[in-house]
């Protein structure tokens, strides 16, 4: 079976020294950049790895080279999602929200790169057990999903309009996040069938 030895880059801190969450000690937008950066070059670090020539790197270790740049990517991703929804800072908020698009950027890229595609592919997990021959499977099977096998000029169309779907995504989200209207109710019976303790909250 697999077994990923991905950990945190030494480098990778936010303000208390945590690596693996954003947002503790986060009190700025370049702190958040800075973290979330740090986890992109650290995908783009484990891809060039992968993609370097090396004779004695097993299949396995090839897997857990591509599984570490993945979860990179995702600790990236996920976390400034999470710091463009909650911060209570606006200036982090924004930092966030131009963050996750550069992550999705990152991992759409990834998704559509025919080194990597053909690197795993050429893999061989054939004495490998069940769990490892079926990652291996699935992951090649997401990056056909993802048109990687498609022309130039189709996998170029499929970055843009991925760009663009998260684009619109977040420009939504922000669009609900940021709207202060409200609803008055006058006659408390409207209110009837909602939870006894959201009713005190508002009673």
Not at 7 to 22: C, F, K
Not at 45 to 70: F, G, K
Not at 79 to 102: E, I, T
Request: aromatic content about 6%; charged content about 25%; hydrophobic content about 40%.
């Amino acid at each position: 079976m697999i077994e990923t030895t991905a950990q945190p880059e030494p480098s990778i801190t936010t303000q208390s020294g945590d690596p693996l969450h954003l947002w503790s000690g986060l009190n700025s937008a370049p702190q958040a950049q800075a973290w979330v950066e740090s986890h992109l070059q650290a995908s783009r670090d484990r891809i060039a790895d992968l993609l370097a020539p090396s004779a004695s790197r097993s299949a396995i270790e090839t897997l857990a080279l591509y599984d570490q740049a993945a979860w990179h990517l995702r600790m990236a991703g996920s976390q400034a999602h999470v710091m463009f929804m909650v911060h209570p800072a606006a200036d982090v908020r924004d930092s966030a929200q131009a963050l996750s698009q550069l992550v999705a950027a990152e991992g759409v890229k990834l998704s559509l790169n025919r080194d990597v595609f053909k690197a795993l592919e050429s893999l061989d997990v054939s004495n490998e057990d069940a769990a490892t021959r079926y990652y291996l499977e699935r992951t090649l099977l997401g990056y056909r999903l993802a048109g990687v096998d498609r022309d130039d000029a189709t996998r170029e169309k499929i970055r843009e309009l991925a760009d663009r779907s998260t684009e619109l995504g977040m420009r939504f989200a922000r669009t609900v996040q940021d709207d202060v209207r409200k609803i008055e109710v006058a006659d408390p019976n409207e209110l009837r069938g909602l939870p006894a303790d959201f009713l005190e909250r508002f009673g």
